[in-house]
């Protein structure tokens, strides 16, 4: 069982920057690939990004690709999404996920086991 907790979200203007973390319990953090999703208003949960257990690899959304990066510290059971130029269409509550696999890295939301409560981002123009 894992579960994670979402935090750094809120309010910025277009052009800003906003860091978000994702604090995991267990002491495997290490044997799970780590992912960010989203969802706006009305609209589907989409991916973002992902990233492999030791964290060398990852993978982005082509609509956040060169803006957003993701990391993590398996020392400190945490996983970061550093987003910069943020878009008014970037608004969305932004959801950490967790499977624990053997594969390198996840693109779809129902490959992923645990989710976390979500953190709100918004984007004004």
């Known amino acids: 069982q894992v579960q994670l907790v979402e935090s750094g979200g809120g309010l910025v203007q277009a052009g800003g920057s906003l860091r978000l973390s994702c604090a995991a319990s267990?002491?495997?953090?290490?044997?799970?690939?780590m992912g960010w999703f989203r969802q706006a208003p009305g609209k589907e949960r989409e991916f973002v990004s992902t990233?492999?257990?030791?964290?060398?690899?990852?993978f982005y959304a082509d609509s956040v690709k060169g803006r957003f990066t993701i990391s993590r510290d398996n020392a400190k059971n945490t996983v970061f999404l550093e987003m910069n130029s943020l878009k008014p269409e970037d608004t969305a509550v932004y959801y950490c996920?967790?499977?624990?696999?053997?594969?390198?890295?996840?693109?779809?939301?129902?490959?992923?086991?645990?989710w976390g409560q979500g953190t709100q981002v918004t984007v004004s123009s």
């Open positions: 996920a967790a499977k624990f696999t053997p594969l390198l890295i996840l693109v779809v939301s129902s490959q992923y086991d645990y």
């Open positions: 267990g002491r495997t953090f290490s044997n799970y690939v």
């Open positions: 990233i492999s257990r030791s964290g060398g690899s990852t």
